[in-house]
């Protein structure tokens, strides 16, 4: 099937579900063995993506939502490393809640931890021999710092919120092809 026949498939059920009342993504996922670009939110493409822990998309991005959020995407076909990108905006508040942490793990292997005190873009390298045996990429994001604003005075919402996704890359590394990720330890960072 070439590109152009996807393409009027993926046009032609878009709408057959917008006739049942389901929205249309405004950007198409891009998925392919070279990686994953997600925007979050209600105009964003990750619903597709998305397991559990995750609350219902807002105007540009998505909370998570309890203790553990998941995502799912496809195994990438080059053998080589990766790098996950994600930007992320905490539920903080000042004094009672200054940060949160996060921890990320691809396939039940921990990848990295950040502590995030403000919107922030946070990157995680990949080794190839964490996605090697397994059919699929699956995210798991910890919080253990998840909390109800409620809770610390700051509204009504009674949902569980640590992390608002808006974006998330999930890419080969440039830098590196099969080569050995560096050490666990120097996962954790920001970029500037």
């Known amino acids: 099937m070439s590109n152009d026949e996807i393409a009027a498939c993926d046009k032609s059920f878009a709408s057959f579900m917008e006739r049942f009342g389901y929205p249309s993504p405004q950007r198409p996922p891009r998925s392919s063995c070279r990686g994953v670009e997600l925007f979050f939110g209600t105009t964003g493409n990750s619903d597709g993506y998305l397991r559990e822990g995750w609350s219902h998309p807002e105007s540009s991005f998505t909370w998570t939502l309890g203790g553990e959020s998941r995502l799912q995407f496809p195994k990438p076909v080059s053998a080589r490393s990766y790098v996950l990108e994600m930007r992320v905006r905490p ?17 039940d292997v921990p990848v990295g931890t950040a502590t995030v005190e403000r919107p922030t873009m946070l990157r995680f390298p990949i080794p190839w021999t964490v996605l090697a045996a397994h059919a699929t990429t699956n995210v798991i994001f910890s919080l253990p710092d998840a909390a109800q604003p409620r809770e610390l005075r700051e509204g009504h919402d009674r949902r569980r919120l640590a992390f608002a996704f808006e974006k998330l890359v999930f890419r080969g590394d440039s830098a590196s092809v099969a080569a050995p990720a560096p050490a666990i330890a120097e996962t954790n960072g920001v970029l500037p």
Do not use: D
Not at 91 to 107: G, K, M, Y
């Open 91 to 107: 539920f903080v508040v000042t004094e009672q809640l200054p940060s949160q942490r996060i921890a990320v793990a691809v396939n």
